[in-house]
C-alpha cells in the first residue's frame, strides 16, 4: 500500500522569495515520486519525477525536489517565485514494482500555491 | 509533438442521460488511464488500459461507468443515466510502457468538465 500526505493545502509566498511545498510519502516498494502542476482550466503539466538515479531532482520552470528516504520526504522547491506559479500542485507516487499501472499510482490531496504581488 | 487530446472541453448534461467522453492518446503510448477530479475527492482513477489487455476498471464509481478502447488507440468513457454526483473534471492520461524511464509517467490531457444539471 502507499499514500501521499501533502502537508499544507494552501502557501501564499511573496513574489521573489522562496518556495516550499512539504509531501511525505509512504510505500511499501522502492517508488517514483512525481510533482505535477495544474494551472486553472488546465490539465496536469508533469514537473519534475524522482527514480532513484539521484536524490535531487531538477524540474522545469526553476522547480527542484530533494529525495530523503531517512525522512520519507519529497519537498517541492523554488528558489524564487513568479506570478505565473499561481497554481495547484500535486505530490504523486507510483507503486514502481510493475514498472507501471494506474494501481500504483497515487495522487495526493494538492497544495494551492498562491503570489502575493 | 500532439499531447493527450480530450473532447469535448465542456459538457452540460440533464439528469439520467447518458454521456460519452473521448481520449485520444500520445502517439504510439500503449497505456491508457481515466482519472475524475472533484472538489470533495480530489483525483480519482477510475480505468486503466494497456495494450490489448483487458482494462483494470477497479476504480469505476459505479455500474453505470464503462469505457472502451478502439484499436489500442482512442478512448471512450461511457456515464450512463448521469447523476448529479458525477458532475466532475475527467481527466486522461497516457505513458509509454516500452521504454523503461518512462513506464509510470504519465502525461494527462485537459480534460472534460461535466456539469448534471
Known amino acids: 500500500a502507499q499514500s501521499v500526505t501533502q502537508l499544507d493545502s494552501h502557501v501564499s509566498v511573496s513574489e521573489g522569495t522562496p518556495v516550499l511545498l512539504r509531501c511525505n510519502y509512504s510505500s511499501s516498494y522502492s517508488p517514483s515520486l512525481f510533482w505535477y502542476v495544474q494551472h486553472p482550466n488546465k490539465g496536469l503539466q508533469l514537473l519534475l519525477k524522482y527514480t532513484s538515479a539521484a536524490t535531487l531532482v531538477k524540474g522545469i520552470n526553476g522547480f527542484e525536489a530533494e529525495f530523503k528516504k531517512s525522512e520519507t520526504s519529497f519537498h517541492l522547491t523554488k528558489p524564487s517565485a513568479h506570478m505565473s506559479d499561481a497554481a495547484e500542485y500535486f505530490c504523486v507516487v507510483s507503486g514502481g514494482v510493475t514498472g507501471g499501472g494506474a494501481d500504483g499510482l497515487t495522487f495526493g490531496k494538492g497544495t494551492h500555491l498562491i503570489i502575493q504581488p | 509533438g500532439a499531447g493527450v487530446s480530450q473532447s469535448p472541453s465542456n459538457k452540460v448534461t440533464e439528469k439520467g442521460k447518458d454521456v460519452e467522453l473521448r481520449c485520444d492518446p500520445i502517439s504510439g503510448h500503449t497505456a491508457l488511464y481515466w482519472y475524475r477530479q472533484s472538489l470533495g475527492q480530489g483525483l480519482e482513477f477510475l480505468i486503466y488500459f494497456q495494450g490489448n489487455s483487458a482494462p483494470d476498471k477497479s476504480g469505476l464509481p459505479s455500474d453505470r461507468f464503462s469505457a472502451e478502447r478502439t484499436g489500442g488507440s482512442v478512448s471512450t468513457l461511457t456515464i450512463q443515466r448521469t447523476q448529479q454526483e458525477d458532475s466532475a473534471v475527467y481527466l486522461c492520461?497516457?505513458?509509454?510502457?516500452?521504454?523503461?524511464?518512462?513506464?509510470?509517467?504519465?502525461?494527462f490531457g485537459p480534460g472534460t468538465r461535466l456539469t448534471v444539471l
Open positions: 492520461a497516457s505513458s509509454h510502457w516500452d521504454s523503461p524511464e518512462e513506464t509510470d509517467t504519465q502525461y
